[in-house]
């Protein structure tokens, strides 16, 4: 049975904080699609206060001169149909494209897909292969976090009591990029593995991130094949493309679940990474 919880609806982000660092069981809801879904299903037995974070203005896509904000309440539909992002983000609009049926994705936020920690969260691979900071909000002020270190554990953020997260801050270039996901069904699955690529130029150089997700227990960056696309270009030969896929395999670390195997989720690191460099080259 789920305990009668009670709904705080602050003013401003400060007073957000404010409940969530007074109230010991409570958490922030936006969208709550997921979440939702976790306490029916008896997931947190002992939370009895949800702070409602979703009439705040934390959905705005503010274009800067060095970087791009992404307020953290969000909805996956403004990133899949921001001009700036489609630009300067691919990988990001990719995998928000992915995330649910439409009726989802009108109302879940980036923030609380990433908040989530889940290592097949869609967005959370794209957001590391584009060198996101997380702006983190609460009870002492504001701080950032590369995104890459905000996820401890699986379901575990490096949120501490009355935070929130603010924005994601992603540095202001033109990249090529791309999301491949596997699932049970073509839409509408939770990923048995992704992985994002993104790619922009420095200096006359490529720079390239890849990221990879349900193949540990978070999101993991994969350098060596970073390093091999790096030296030999986004077009590679035949044989390149089985090196560097073998690159990838070597660092999955998956485990078997009722989603699929490790054998297979090893395997398809690799296929989904040849998949992306063939999309873009």
């Known amino acids: 049975m789920i305990n009668q919880i009670r709904f705080l609806k602050p ?4 007073q957000a904080c404010e409940f969530l660092a007074r109230e010991p069981q409570s958490m922030a809801i936006a969208g709550g699609t997921d979440l939702i879904v976790k306490v029916r299903n008896g997931l947190y037995p002992n939370l009895q206060v949800f702070v409602d974070i979703s009439g705040l203005p934390l959905n705005e896509i503010r274009d800067g001169e060095k970087q791009i904000e992404i307020g953290s309440g969000c909805k996956m539909t403004s990133v899949v149909e921001n001009e700036l992002l489609q630009k300067n983000c691919p990988a990001l609009v990719k995998a928000a494209s992915t995330v649910g049926a439409l009726q989802i994705r009108n109302l879940a936020t980036i923030g609380g897909n990433s908040a989530n920690a889940s290592p097949a969260g869609d967005t959370i691979p794209a957001l590391v292969s584009l060198e996101a900071l997380v702006r ?3 009870p002492n002020g504001s701080r ?4 890459e270190k905000f996820f401890l554990a699986p379901g575990k953020n490096a949120l501490e009591r009355g935070e929130i997260v603010e924005a994601f801050l992603i540095p202001k ?6 999301f491949m996901k596997l699932g049970e069904r073509k839409a509408h699955a939770i990923s048995k593995i992704n992985l994002a690529l993104s790619t922009w130029q420095k200096e006359g150089k490529t720079v390239c991130r890849i ?6 227990p978070t999101v993991i960056r994969v350098p060596e094949a970073e390093k091999f ?8 030969s035949d044989t390149q493309l089985e090196q560097v896929a073998e690159l990838a395999k ?5 485990i078997s679940d009722v989603r699929s195997t490790q054998a297979y989720r090893k395997q398809m690191a690799g296929v989904l990474l040849k998949r992306a460099l063939k999309e873009i080259s």
């Not at 003013?11 to 400060?14: D, P």
């Open 250 to 254: 070597n660092a999955a670390r998956p």
């Open 229 to 236: 696309i790096e030296e030999n270009g986004l077009t590679l």
């Open 144 to 147: 950032e976090l590369p995104i």
């Open 173 to 178: 270039r033109v990249t090529k990029g791309a």
């Open 11 to 14: 003013e401003n982000l400060s």
């Open 136 to 138: 983190i909000m609460g």
């Open 211 to 216: 990221a990879m997700g349900s193949v540990a």
